[in-house]
């Protein structure tokens, strides 16, 4: 039985260290990450939220349509290379919306600009003078060639062999499915040396001439852009355009500068609350009450490593999770020791007294964690936001919590009563 402490022990040890080494901010980055996850409360960002215009969708479709905007605009927000940014469905006055939050996004335009534009891609031919077309550019009418023809847009500099303008500034390249190269060869042989418009959301971008036919299915949006501009442009048509308009109805920046305070805040309020509790743990249960706090200390590591290799996005609420897991941590152990001194006090010798009071405590222990863990369940399933954040890392420390108290307290009390000395300080 020593031995198997012992292993145990180890083991403990081992995945402390471990714990120890993810948590230093200047360790070495695992699977990718050097540090924590913030949320766009703590790291400061852009928060935007949008209405979705469903007015001309099926009711039986629009849990697509919603769903399709989200993807595009995640989409379109990977491409820009913002880290982790939050896009989920809500509800605004029983209208559908979509919040977009962005982690290290300060220049709000941006991201306005970019999430927010349709991007709907067209070609346009002229038409014949009296023609009727109902065309929304006066003169042209549609060629049915669009953005759903493409297959990639990539930021060049001037001097293609289609454009031949040798200008050096950024253009847009476009690259046709077999399809949409088929039907642009046929709209430009039909227009030899007539423009061909290339509109974007009814705007008309470039309306080159045409000087000879394209077979390569390749072709080049021009214009005054700047590389940002040309940028932004290719991204929307790359992650392609919004299934329905959406409308701007909320946005905000959030500070770094805030972030740090609530950091520094939260941080302050954990510190003391752990000292407070693992000072009345040491009061009460004296040296029962040290071991408890170790045990606390090896919880805060091993979540935190959790939290970092998952990974959690850490908000305010988050933070506020966590600490209350800690609390919930230390309820076990009370529960624990309660037992144990009841068994002590019907003349059970130490070790007998602490495998009967951790027997004994574990269904109340049990029970009220899975009642916590199913309630954070279903905080995390039907949230959104920052609810979503509490309930997850709540939910993660109870379940470490469990094995703290179960497995590290157990662990390091049962090896205590293997020596005259440890019994005695393991006494309640």
Known sequence: MRLKLWILIAIIILLVAGAAVVDWPSGPAVLGREK??????????????????????????????????????????????VSEPIIQETKISGEDAVIVELPGVTDIEQAK??????AQLEFYEQSAEGE???????????????????????VQFGGSASTKTGSGSPEISLNFTSDGAKLFKEIT??????????????EVISAPTVQSVIEDGQAVITGKFTIKEAKDLSIQLNAGALPVPIKLVEERTVGATLGNESIKSSLMAGIIGAVLVALFMIIYYR???????????FYSLISLAVFKLVPVTMTLAGVAGFILSIGM????NILIFERTKEEEREGKDELSSIKEGFSRAWPSIRDSNVSTIITCIILFWFGT??????????GIGVLISMFSAITVTRTILELLTMTKIGRRMVKI
């Not at 949320?39 to 399709?68: P, R």
């Not at 600009?113 to 349709?118: A, R």
């Open 36 to 81: 924590l996850r913030l949320g766009l409360d703590l790291s400061g960002g852009s928060h935007l939220v949008y209405t979705a215009d469903l007015s001309k969708i099926e009711d039986k479709n629009k849990n697509q349509a919603i769903s399709s905007v989200i993807e595009v605009i995640r989409r379109r927000i990977d491409a820009l290379g």
């Open 113 to 118: 600009n970019l999430v927010g534009k349709t």
């Open 132 to 154: 009727e077309t109902g065309s929304a550019i006066p003169g042209f009418k549609p060629t049915g060639l669009n953005g759903s023809h493409l297959t990639k847009a990539e």
């Open 189 to 202: 042989a039909r227009n030899i040396s007539k423009p061909v418009a290339i509109v974007l959301d009814q």
């Open 287 to 297: 040296y029962l009450g040290l071991v408890a706090a170790v045990a606390l200390i």
């Open 329 to 332: 941590a230390v309820d076990a």
């Open 385 to 394: 936001g920052l609810v979503r954040g509490f309930a997850l890392t709540l």
